[in-house]
């Protein structure tokens, strides 16, 4: 089947078949075809749902003074705050640790400006920049390295 890329764009945008078959006038089965032959899920009415885990984790955080950021959603019984999206399970630490350094965090993350609970991407850490805070005050102050 040959994929029409103005069909295709649209719906990678995230419209739905009605929205698309509107403004292309076509009929909603041709929409529908190309969403099947590019393995696209279908498009869900209702109720807009967070269009990513970023926005999900934006909805579920408030802002505090001191530019921290607080989670308002779930918490898991160990205390680590948590989301679904998509199927998929998420901690907040992980994904703001992602979010600010655009990688996967290695150990725990932790917020590093010592308020309880932060998840402001800028201030969560994960195992490798402890330890090497821990090397950097271990040179200015001496001690073991
Ligand atoms: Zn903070």
Redo the contacts with the bound molecule.
């Keep these: 089947m040959k994929i029409r890329t103005d069909i295709a764009d649209l719906l990678r945008a995230g419209h739905s078949d009605r929205e698309i078959s509107r403004v292309l006038h076509l009929d909603n089965r041709t929409i529908a075809a190309v969403r099947t032959e590019l393995g696209l899920p279908r498009h869900k009415s209702g109720i807009k749902a967070a269009g990513s885990p970023r926005d999900l984790f934006r909805q579920r955080t408030r802002p505090v003074d001191?530019?921290?950021?607080e989670w308002t959603g779930y918490v898991a019984n160990d205390g680590t705050p948590f989301f679904r999206w998509n199927k998929r399970g998420y901690t907040a630490g992980r994904m703001a640790f992602g979010m600010q350094h655009g990688r996967a965090p290695v150990g725990r993350v932790r917020?590093g400006?010592g308020?309880l609970g932060?998840v402001?991407p800028s201030?969560v850490e994960d195992q490798p920049m402890r330890d090497q805070l821990k090397r950097q005050l271990a040179g200015i102050f001496g001690g073991a390295a």
């Design positions: 001191g530019g921290h950021l917020p400006c308020h932060c402001a201030h």
